[in-house]
């Protein structure tokens, strides 16, 4: 069993960057795949990014190609989230998971492991 924090939220200005960061317990995260999803308000949870098991492949959302970066750190278990270039439509609770079912990776039904998630806000 891992379990999943995430931290780094915060309240930011557009144009600004954060890093987000996910810290697990457990089994070596080496194991599997992590992705990073949202939920903006009154918006169901969308799929932000996803990193293969040895950080070697990455696939993001379209709304966020170009302007956020997962990696991850095996020998620490850590993922990261970095976000440049933050618009007030990046508002949100972002969340990271472990993928666990081989099925679509942009779909949450491919992740069975979850962090409670970290609030960012983008707002002047």
């Known amino acids: 069993q891992v379990q999943l924090v995430e931290s780094g939220g915060e309240q930011v200005q557009p144009g600004a960057s954060l890093n987000l960061s996910c810290a697990g317990s457990g089994r070596p995260y080496s194991l599997w795949d992590m992705a990073w999803f949202r939920q903006r308000p009154g918006k169901m949870r969308e799929f932000v990014g996803v990193i293969s098991m040895d950080g070697g492949t990455t696939y993001y959302g379209d709304a966020v190609k170009g302007r956020f970066t997962i990696s991850r750190d095996n020998t620490k278990n850590y993922l990261y989230l970095t976000m440049n270039a933050l618009i007030p439509e990046g508002t949100g609770m972002y969340f990271c998971?472990?993928?666990?079912?081989?099925?679509?990776?942009?779909?949450?039904?491919?992740?069975?492991?979850w962090g409670r998630g970290t609030q960012v806000t983008v707002s002047s």
């Open positions: 998971a472990l993928r666990t079912q081989p099925t679509d990776w942009r779909r949450e039904a491919a992740y069975g492991t």
